[in-house]
């Protein structure tokens, strides 16, 4: 059983279907995107079926497939499909995971539910200055909080790698769940497991949620806030600024695409996104985070008269954005 699992062609199939698992995949589609013949996926997909690993459905004259993540054996070959992944880091990455997991889980005891790398170094995609994007869910967010701070603190300085933690409780990640949150989609899309109860990987039994129209008019109400207090900062203190400036005009991106049915990227990816649709806002997108990098990083000096200037274009292009929403 296990030779003919694990040839080259099996192996190609399995992990097309535990890199996805809370997605269906008509035959000619399991094909293309494991490079591998029609006959032989399917001859796969029957063996595969027959010891409980991968479950079909039904629909019209099509059948569609997706790993049983419910069945032990499958279980076993997404753990073993994710310990891939994980190896398979660059070596400073896996190192400064490996060493914040340790930290905090001897400073959280069982606390800590699920600990999750996603973002541009979970995809492969890690450039000299990507971040580590963090998902942490807890029995104690609060608590959680503080301890992912500390023991990132100390890792942060000694790999030269800016960390983004997202810590929620468990209501608070189903929640976030249910409303479509595009930060959790691309977790679920992306994430490496470094920790996990099972609590997370319920989640990847499911299908992907969808934005839900509630949550994209948050998301407008939220950029909106932020625009406001923007003209007193910058009459104070210009630096100040920037921040909700830099959120404002994301997040102005983030709806255009939302309302699009596109799931945003990071935000390396967003400018590119966004662009495809709107050429001159994903460039202000872009010109925004330098601004707020020469400042964060090289102490660079902002002037108000920048930093209303860019406004007023955010402003432009968030109206714009709602209009498409409002549109759809």
Same mark, same amino acid.
């Given at each position: ?6 040839? @080259? @062609?099996?192996? &190609?199939?399995?992990?097309?279907? *535990? ?9 000619? %589609?399991?094909? /293309?995107?494991?490079?591998? @013949? ?29 790993? &049983? ?18 190896? $398979? ?11 914040? *997991? ?9 606390? !800590?539910? $699920? ?53 929620? $409780?468990?209501?608070?990640? &189903? ?9 959790? !989609? ?10 996990? $109860?099972?609590?997370?990987? &319920? ?31 910058? %009459? ?38 966004? @662009? ?9 997108? /872009? ?42």
């Amino acid at each position: 059983m296990l030779n003919e699992l694990f040839s @080259s @062609s099996g192996v &190609d199939i399995l992990r097309v279907l *535990c890199m996805a698992p809370y997605k269906e995949f008509y035959l000619r %589609e399991l094909a /293309k995107e494991s490079k591998t @013949s029609p006959a032989h996926t399917s001859r796969m997909l029957n063996n595969l079926m027959k010891h409980n690993i991968v479950k079909k459905r039904k629909a019209g004259r099509q059948d569609f497939y997706r790993i &049983d993540l419910e069945k032990q054996l499958a279980a076993y070959i997404f753990n073993l499909f994710h310990l891939e992944r994980r190896l $398979s880091l660059p070596a400073e990455f896996r190192a400064a995971m490996e060493e914040f *997991c340790t930290r905090l889980k001897e400073k959280s005891g069982k606390d !800590i539910i $699920s600990i999750i790398l996603f973002g541009s170094v979970a995809k492969g995609k890690a450039g000299s200055e990507s971040d580590l994007d963090i998902l942490v869910i807890s029995k104690k967010p609060e608590k959680t909080k503080d301890l992912t701070r500390d023991a990132l603190q100390d890792i942060s300085w000694f790999y030269g790698r800016q960390v983004e933690d997202h810590v929620h $409780s468990m209501e608070g990640f &189903d929640s976030r769940y249910k409303e479509g949150n595009d930060l959790i !989609i691309n977790v679920l899309r992306d994430g490496i497991v470094f920790h996990d $109860s099972g609590f997370y990987v &319920d989640y990847l039994k499911k299908e992907l949620p969808s934005p839900s129209r509630e949550y994209i008019r948050g998301t407008i109400d939220f950029a909106r806030g932020k625009l406001r207090g923007i003209d007193d900062l910058s %009459e104070k203190y210009p630096g100040t600024a920037i921040m909700p400036l830099r959120i404002a005009v994301r997040d102005a991106g983030r709806i255009l695409l939302l309302s699009k049915g596109i799931i945003p990227g990071s935000r390396h990816d967003l400018p590119k996104q966004v @662009s495809r649709f709107d050429r001159k806002n994903g460039n202000l997108i /872009k010109k925004v985070n330098r601004m707020f990098e020469s400042y964060e990083k090289e102490g660079k000096e902002l002037k108000k008269e920048d930093i209303l200037k860019y406004r007023n274009q955010a402003e432009k292009f968030l109206k714009k954005s709602i209009e498409v929403f409002e549109s759809g």
